[in-house]
């Protein structure tokens, strides 16, 4: 795999380990085998929020999109698609903490539709994540030339990723999150 569409391919990783801990939170809670830490959901929902706006969709619009447009028509739709589910990030990151907010205030009663939130929120990114990796991919390995992915490399050295660098924040927003979480999502204590 290209460098490239490996790091890409890592920061996927990182965004679905956290979507991963998140739906074992919602399950835990829903079981009664966790409790609901508004602390530790707030740093899942910032993490997933933050993570792909400021790292990951500046590299697949800016570079790795904008490149693939100018090689492969048939990327477009694909590609027109995958921009608009970037453009709604917003509106569904405060839909998810609008419903975090309510479960937060209403208790109990107000859990159903916070679980069913996070649910369809982890179903999208999985759709839109999958489509990157399983059609985007193997496009971009067949029509982009050495010229593009140099290019694309040197754009993805600058920017930052979810681990190091400028960005080390994320890392430790991340180890925050895995300190705060009970076991077996993280290190925190028991739930
Ligand atoms: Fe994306
Ligand atoms: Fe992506």
New binding site residues.
């Given amino acids: 795999m290209k460098k490239a569409l490996r790091i ?1 391919h890592e ?2 990783r990182a965004l679905a380990a956290m979507l991963g801990g998140l739906r074992q939170l919602v399950e835990g809670i829903e079981k009664g085998r966790m409790k609901a830490d508004f602390g530790l959901i707030g740093a899942m929902i910032e993490y997933i929020d933050k993570l ?1 706006e400021k790292v ?2 500046p590299k ?1 619009n800016d570079y790795l999109f904008a490149r693939l447009r100018t090689r492969c028509a048939e990327a477009l739709p694909v590609i027109e698609r995958l921009e608009a589910d970037h453009r709604r990030g917003e509106a569904r990151i405060r839909a998810l903490e609008a419903a975090a907010d309510v479960f937060r205030q209403g208790g109990e009663i107000a859990f159903p539709a916070f679980h069913a939130e996070v649910l369809r929120y982890i179903e999208e990114e999985w759709k ?2 999958n489509a ?1 990796e399983h059609e985007i991919f193997p496009l971009a390995e067949k029509h982009l030339q050495d010229e593009d992915w140099a290019a694309i490399e040197a754009a993805f050295v600058a920017n930052d990723n979810p681990w190091e660098g400028a960005a080390g924040e994320y890392a430790q927003l991340f180890s925050k999150i895995v300190n705060l979480a009970p076991p077996p999502i993280g290190l925190g204590p028991g739930g």
């Fill in positions: 890409i920061e996927h792909p990951h969709h697949e839109h994540m990157e």
